[in-house]
């Protein structure tokens, strides 16, 4: 019941299956045409996935990276005295 009420929204057009078709053609190197394509059952399908999920076919334009999260370490700055952490935190020191 529940695939019974999933109607899809909308059709895609001709014009999106032959450009959609067209682009695999070049990718593929399909020598068929428009009407043969579209009768196979394998590329038909996947014609009418590049036309829904252009993303996934590779047709999509690539997105920009997400900027990190965490903000990146900076190096210590020159003439800088640094510092061991660990040395500081167990109680060594350096004035021998």
Known sequence: MAKAAMVRATEPTEQQLRDACERM??????????????QDARRSRL???AVTHPSAAGFAAARAPRPSARPLRQPPAAGAPLIDRKRAAAGERDDD
């Open 25 to 38: 053609a070049r990718r593929f190197r399909w020598a068929d045409n428009f009407e043969t394509v579209m």
């Open 47 to 49: 014609v009418r996935l």
